[in-house]
Nanobody, 115 residues
């Protein structure tokens, strides 16, 4: 059974930084496309960043130049480094993995950015 466990969320002032981590188990991590999504209150869940199995990355326009997704296949972990945080980045952030046609989700971690 695939399990994704996020950590690293919290409260930070605007302009600050946070690093989210997502530890995966129960899967061949290196063969999963990994991604981070976020969902703000009253809004739909949106894709923030993706890291493919070959290491290619993609970002939502709203976070380009501020966020960096990376993966460590030896540790079965994907990270999201968030710099220059803005109040509009406030949301629950979810780790996602995609493998053999199936998506798996973590429980989410809250990120709150105060102005």
């Amino acid at each position: 059974q695939v399990q994704l466990v996020e950590s690293g969320g919290g409260l930070v002032q605007a302009g600050g930084s946070l690093r989210l981590s997502c530890a995966a188990s129960g899967t061949i991590f290196s063969r999963n496309v990994m991604a981070w999504y976020r969902q703000a209150p009253g809004q739909q869940r949106e894709l923030v960043a993706t890291a493919t199995t070959s290491g290619n990355t993609n970002y939502a326009d709203s976070v380009k130049g501020r966020f960096t997704i990376s993966r460590d296949n030896a540790k079965n972990t994907v990270y999201l480094q968030m710099n220059g945080l803005k109040p509009e980045d406030t949301a629950v952030y979810y780790c996602n993995s995609y493998f053999l046609g199936k998506h798996y989700w973590g429980q989410g971690t809250q990120v709150t950015v105060s102005s």
